[in-house]
């Protein structure tokens, strides 16, 4: 997808299957003209993944006036809304009522000098700044529980059979929990934003590398480069966006 260009913020987005799934349950929203990134990683098998996260960015796409802060009101009763349609609508009308629809997601949105970052979930968004890349968002998985609430090393958590599973995401409880994070912006801020398909196959040193290329475009080739070479069991998608 070719690089998109507003005022300071330029960004590049796309998506892959991977080498193994047979179809693609990721969806993403790259809108600099708004100032709105997202990416989402849907789950629930045959259609149901991709109907999921196609509906977040749907959702997300319609056009919200206002400040930052009621922009961030606003996508914030949008996901909900998705929240409850999963957990209500879709899943009681599927073949199988005890079916699971749901989707994790990240979003972006960033105003002038400030920016605030949403997700549910285990993709994440990663800042590169002053050569040194930050995960600022903290995944909603088990593996993550293990860590934080038992000290397990992340390789001993890693074992556990049941290490991915998604403690929170779109779709997946009544009562959503979403968690944010605000901060301010500074000349040369890279931001990732990726499903687990892409950042699992990848060191934080090959992710620092391609933030550091000098443009959207050529970091996200780098990424999906790298990622492919790899054994891209899962689907990938990435948003960058460069000041």
Aim: hydrophobic share 40%; proline share 4%; net charge negative.
């Amino acid at each position: 997808m070719p690089t998109v260009a507003t005022g300071t913020w330029r960004s590049a987005a796309r998506t892959d299957t991977g080498k193994v799934r047979a179809r693609n349950e990721d969806a993403f929203l790259a809108l600099p003209e708004q100032g709105l990134w997202a990416v989402a990683d849907g789950m629930g098998g045959h259609q149901n993944g991709a109907l999921a996260s196609r509906l977040i960015v749907e959702q997300l796409a319609e056009p919200c006036a206002g400040d930052l802060q009621q922009r961030l009101d606003e996508l914030r009763r949008r996901l909900h809304g998705v929240n409850r349609r999963l957990g209500q609508e879709l899943t009681v009308t599927a073949e199988r009522p005890d079916t699971l629809i749901g989707s994790t997601v990240v979003a972006l949105l960033i105003e002038g000098e400030r920016a605030a970052c949403v997700w549910a979930g285990d993709s994440r968004c990663y800042l590169w700044r002053g050569g040194r890349l930050y995960q600022l968002s903290r995944d909603h998985s088990l593996l993550q529980q293990l860590i934080d609430e038992q000290g397990l090393a992340p390789q001993d958590a890693a074992r556990h059979p049941a290490a991915h599973a998604l403690t929170r995401a779109i779709g997946a409880s009544e009562a959503l929990q979403l968690d944010i994070l605000e901060l301010q912006t500074c000349p040369g801020d890279v931001f990732l934003l990726c499903s687990d398909g892409l950042y699992q196959g990848l060191s934080a040193d090959q992710l620092g590398a391609a933030l550091n290329l000098p443009s959207p475009q050529l970091a996200l080739n780098r990424l999906f480069q790298l990622a492919l070479e790899g054994p891209a069991r899962d689907n990938l998608s990435a948003v960058v966006v460069r000041r």
